[in-house]
């Protein structure tokens, strides 16, 4: 006990010395998350998201002649032979009819004077769950194009691609800002502690002599190193809690936020950033204590 | 914490607190402050070491609190080669040896209470305890009204008793004191050698430094006399 009251009289008295340097190295830690957390809270939901469509996201192909039993079978057989699929559906040119006039509703009368075959026939193919990367779906949907008979194969292509690009740049953007999280945590951390150790030579000197041991000496600096992690990562997730709020509260409705479902972090990834945080503070106060502090 | 309880038996039990054989120090260039001093200091006992400067007097200290390393020799304190210690070992060690040193060494932008509680704050003694130690102490060396001056702003008489006051308040078993008279009246010196006498009467072992005759001429203690770096004379005192 008389340990850590101790040992916490001198982390207080190392505030005290050196609280500018301190609070701006709390506020940079603070700032750091924040501009971390915001990024990957943005690129896990998107992430949702695309599972979200993914799940949805069936290829249609378009055939020029509406197919025997016997061409359904061989067509079956094809598509299975490239990958496994979830499901294979014939759609004939009556029930894509029967489909669109239901789509209409009420105003299905305007089909009455068209042919019941004016639609094409087309197969319904649901890839696998596991089938999701973008170049998969691009070299699946080229195979089926290929196939005889297909006029041509939609799965919303450009909104895919689209789709596909924003979150490799979010990957990147994610990875930048987790480096400079790296970064500035240890670095600015060390910094300080630097600056406290720089600024007590006499009394680390006195205290060497005097008998105190290495932890007594060097614990309080941990402890610095672990606050400014603990308290920045507070912080800059609290201000990203308050931002999200004001996002939801501000944007909600029947906009495209509400096809996202925007969800803030689940407890164990905020445990896990704050987790970070600490670490990375802490091997910042400790890389300058190894180095400035000579025992 | 046994290999504290350890140093802590040692010192207590033993007989000789001080073992030093064939000991040298030399400076860089070649300045031999000390010659193949050898040396023994009982447990209790209160020693002066005198002489003229620049004789050794504060290097045999420093070589005692283990601030120097001997260029040649062995030191031994309560029966550990103290140049052999290291880590929490040489830290307890430290903590029962109280060194008031020539240039005091204070942190000068601390209280006086800040500073003689720096001693006793290292081996964790309870803050009431600290306290009440600290004022005892400053009430001894009539220092009570200076409780927290800053210790920059005192006099150098002041300041050497701060000094003296901070190696004796964790009641340590070994005193080193370089020079604890210096800047003193007649009637401070007195109170400052009662409070050496009270911590010898506890128990400790006490080595003083001095160019002052008056604290050493009356009593039957040992005093030993160097001169450029070799033992003078070694006598009792009175004699
Ligand atoms: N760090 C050092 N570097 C070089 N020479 C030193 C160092 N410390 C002491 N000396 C030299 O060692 C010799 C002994 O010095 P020391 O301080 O032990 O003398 P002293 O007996 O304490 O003198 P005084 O009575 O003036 O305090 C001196 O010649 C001094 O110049
Ligand atoms: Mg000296």
Known sequence: ?295 | MSSQESTEEAMASGNTMIEMIKVSRTYHPNITALSEISLSIETGEMFFLIGPSGAGKTTLLKLISNMEVPTKGLIEIAGHNINKLKGNKLAYLRQKIGVAYQDFKLLNDRTVAENIAISMEVSYKNPKTIKKQVRDLLDQLQLTDKHNSLTGELSRGEQQRVALARSVANSPRLILVDEPTGNLDASTTKRVMELLNRSKQAGATIVIATHDASIYKQGKHRVMELRNGVIHSLTRGNT
């Not at chain 1, 506020?27 to 690129?43: E, G, K, P, Q, R």
């Not at chain 1, 055939?63 to 499901?87: C, S, T, W, Y």
């Not at chain 1, 941990?222 to 709020?245: C, D, N, P, T, V």
Request: hydrophobic share 45%.
């Open chain 1, 1 to 295: 006990m008389n340990f850590w009251f101790a040992v916490l009289r001198q982390a207080g008295r190392n505030l005290k010395q050196t609280w500018t340097s301190q609070f701006m190295t709390f506020l940079t830690v603070s700032l750091s998350v924040l501009i971390f957390a915001f990024f990957y809270l943005i690129y896990t939901n998107m992430l949702g998201a695309g599972d979200r469509l993914n799940d949805e996201l069936r290829l249609i192909v378009y055939l020029e002649e509406e197919p025997g039993p016997a061409m359904q079978m061989q067509l079956r057989r094809k598509i299975e032979n490239f990958d496994d699929v979830e499901e294979i559906i014939f759609i004939s040119k009556e029930a894509a009819y029967k489909r669109f006039a239901k789509q209409l509703g009420e105003d299905s009368d305007v089909l009455d004077d068209m042919p019941k075959n004016f639609l094409p026939a087309s197969i319904e193919v649901v890839p696998l769950k596991g089938l999701r990367g973008y170049n998969q779906i691009k070299l699946f949907s080229e195979y089926l194009a290929s196939l005889p008979g297909t006029e041509k194969v939609q799965y919303g292509q450009e909104w895919v691609e689209r789709f596909y690009y924003f979150t490799r740049l979010l990957t990147i953007v994610v990875l930048l800002s987790g480096t400079l999280l790296i970064l500035t945590a240890t670095f600015m951390v060390a910094y300080t502690i630097r600056l406290t150790i720089m600024g007590r030579q006499d009394e680390l000197e006195l205290l060497k002599l005097v008998g105190a041991t290495n932890s007594y000496i060097r614990t309080p600096f941990l402890i610095e190193g672990i606050l400014q992690g603990f308290m920045g990562s507070i912080i800059g997730l609290s201000a990203l809690y308050g931002l999200f709020r004001w996002i939801i509260s501000h944007f909600t409705g029947p906009g495209i936020l509400h096809i996202f479902q925007f969800d803030f972090f689940p407890p164990i990834v905020i445990f896990i950033i704050i987790l970070c945080s600490i670490s990375l503070c802490s091997i910042g106060s400790y890389t300058s204590i190894r180095k400035f502090l000579k025992i």
